[in-house]
């Protein structure tokens, strides 16, 4: 009696949601300290002290009736006001309140404006391997994703293979750098050419073009990499973001849409959001992590511990015989599955206790995706079970 | 370049979403002593004190990584049996942790019940008057939601008119006692004999017919009046439920789906959920409300304080000739407007202050909602405007 289209996206988002609960499975059929979960983006770096301190200044200073109150559809005024002061500090971009939308998390933002610039019928386009669940979000707007097909060994977006692609259905360009899975930045020149792509292309077709840029790992960046801020490239650029990772607060569901006041149709779009934030469900993001992500959107978390697992195993896969390309942000490695099946690596590697998510959950058969966002006792006890795998490959 | 769709939403959510920027509007006009606003249901009775005390505990006890990390797609298991136990200890039903999805706010449960149950071309069926965004919850799903005219003066569902519309493409019945707008609770007779009727037609049909039972107000009941627990009247029931009026905490958007085991499906039915909590954007329910609502879910309001409310403005108003049907539960008042065309009557009356929302936003055109979940004194100053606006009638 669940709807045909349900059944379908339990099929598609099975990989993911399955990590969540295979972990788990795994500790109590082999202990514990047997099993290394390397399945799930949830950050063990823990929130800055700022955050739980702004808790509690917030419930001492500010009046419960409004900690705990409806906020404005697009969220509180002030908040969004200090996120775009912050934004232009560090981009010199010239963003007010106006131009954010406080939303459930990054998710609840891609969702959100999906079903603002997707209708029936539209495309959507993406470079794989990509996070599945952009599928569910434009589906939910009754669009249609296409992926742009992987570009290994560098995961560079394929340029020429997204512009054959355009056509004027294409609504939307959904950009995710740094990269998860793949741990690859996107420098400015790719960003640049990317834009030329897009603007020959609108000019061409007389549509509108928008880049949702998801940027959750922004700030997640190594060996001195910067991420683009990509509304200074492309002037139809959204920007989906969320304090996940950068404050480590993926459960508080926080985040943001940027909508630029240069966008075509800035005000039926910065509208439609504020919008269809109440019409899917979200109604507003929740107002006190709005008011504690206002005081503390300058915080940072500690990339340097990121940084460190992130070496520590990628030097040690690499010396083992895994490739892989060496990530430059987020905090995953993309690692060649040691067969062509990788459900059956993966499988394989679970008799090992090591938990990693297939490919093919990111539109990427052949490669696993190793989340080292864990604590880097996990990693070095782990390396005897990685090194082990690729030895039972070469037997 | 805004989808068709977002415009069309757009429209039916001007109303309710203008009431949020109106009173601000008014107020900037004739001065925020002159403006009474009666047109959102935020709730001006603070949060328990436990809730705040909750927050400063957890942050104390709890591991900082565990407060602002991910949870379960469905909810964190220990707070989902802590709810259930709440409920086991009101209702004497039976229901574990199993049983629980914690959502977005019941907005959001609303939200993902209508994406699991309702298909392309499905239909789902409420009684006018009828809180507008049910709408484009089943729309969003591709559903139609087709409404039982409205039954006045007692509003209490007309189901002879409920049993002509069901069809074999009927997937649910969405069902909102107490009622926004009317204040009406249903009586266990009404549930039973609703009941009935859907028991008679899922026999004919051979179809599953949920009620999907919004259930916010549950506990803002008056007068000895009880919302009888669905879920022991019909098989089929989920309940969607916030904390938003039983605990003021609107703007944290926090609440659930209750899924009894009972249900046709149950398996699918409560995986779709927690698979249509992550494919809509929500992913998780902010965890720190998660806990919270755990450790307060045996809360409550001051009801006194709004049933103080309730009688004096029911009874100012009916002095002034006004015709209303004495509201048991929620904080509502459905008045009739004092001319058919309530919009103009509302016009009117923001020439005196007074905001009020149109039944056009409820599908109920002709009446006005009065949301009394305000100051005291706030309905104290406001009984004058009300009085000339009936007087301007008269004359």
Redesign the interface.
């Known amino acids: 009696?669940?709807?045909?289209?349900?059944?379908e996206?339990?099929e598609r988002?099975a990989a993911?949601?399955a990590m969540?609960?295979e972990g788990k499975r795994l500790k109590e059929l082999y202990g514990e300290e047997n099993v290394f979960d390397f399945g799930?983006g949830?950050?063990?770096v823990?929130?800055p002290d700022a955050?739980?301190e702004a808790?509690?200044e917030i419930?001492r200073e500010v009046d419960?009736?409004q900690?705990?109150?409806?906020?404005?559809?697009s969220g509180i005024p002030a908040a969004r006001q200090a996120i775009a002061e912050s934004l232009n500090r560090r981009f010199g971009t010239s963003f007010s309140a106006k131009n954010l939308i406080m939303t459930?998390?990054a998710?609840?933002?891609?969702?959100?404006i999906c079903?603002?610039?997707?209708?029936?019928g539209?495309e959507a386009l993406t470079f794989a391997p990509y996070f599945g669940?952009y599928d569910?979000?434009v589906i939910?707007?009754?669009g249609t994703l296409l992926a742009v097909p992987p570009n290994p060994p560098s995961f560079l977006p394929d340029l020429a293979a997204l512009e054959e692609r355009i056509t004027a259905k294409t609504?939307a360009i959904i950009l995710n750098s740094p990269n998860n899975p793949t741990g690859v930045v996107y420098d400015a020149e790719t960003i640049g050419a990317l834009a030329a792509v897009l603007e020959r292309k609108e000019k061409e077709l007389g549509?509108?073009i928008?880049i949702i840029a998801d940027e959750p790992y922004r700030e997640l960046v190594y060996d001195g990499a910067e991420a683009p801020y990509i509304p200074l490239y492309y002037h139809n650029t959204i920007v989906a973001y969320s304090f996940s990772k950068s404050l480590?607060?993926?459960?508080?569901?926080i985040g943001y849409l940027v909508i630029p006041s240069e966008v075509?149709?800035f005000a039926?779009?910065a509208?439609?959001a504020?919008?269809?934030n109440?019409?899917?469900?979200?109604?507003?993001?929740?107002?006190?992590?709005q008011m504690v992500v206002a005081r503390c959107c300058d915080e940072q978390t500690d990339v340097a511990y990121y940084d460190k697992n992130r070496l520590l195993l990628y030097e040690a896969l690499t010396s083992y015989g895994y490739a892989c390309a060496k990530p430059q942000g987020a905090f995953y490695l993309f690692v060649k599955a040691l067969e062509p099946d990788e459900e059956a690596f993966c499988e394989k590697a679970k008799k090992h206790g090591l938990l990693m998510t297939p490919g093919k959950a990111f539109r990427c058969p052949g490669y696993v995706r190793i989340a080292y966002c864990v604590a880097r006792e996990t990693i070095e006890r782990s390396l005897p079970s990685f090194q082990a795998l690729a030895q039972e490959y070469k037997n």
């Open positions: 009696m669940v709807s045909k289209k349900m059944k996206m339990i988002s993911l949601g969540f609960t799930i949830n950050p063990n823990k929130a955050v739980n808790i509690v419930l419960s009736l900690i705990h109150g409806y906020t404005d559809g459930v998390g998710a609840g933002g891609l969702s959100v079903k603002v610039l997707i209708d029936e539209d669940e569910n979000y939910n707007a009754g609504k549509t509108s928008y480590s607060l993926p459960g508080d569901r075509d149709d039926d779009v509208a439609g504020e919008i269809a109440r019409c899917l469900g979200f109604v507003n993001a929740p107002a006190l992590q």
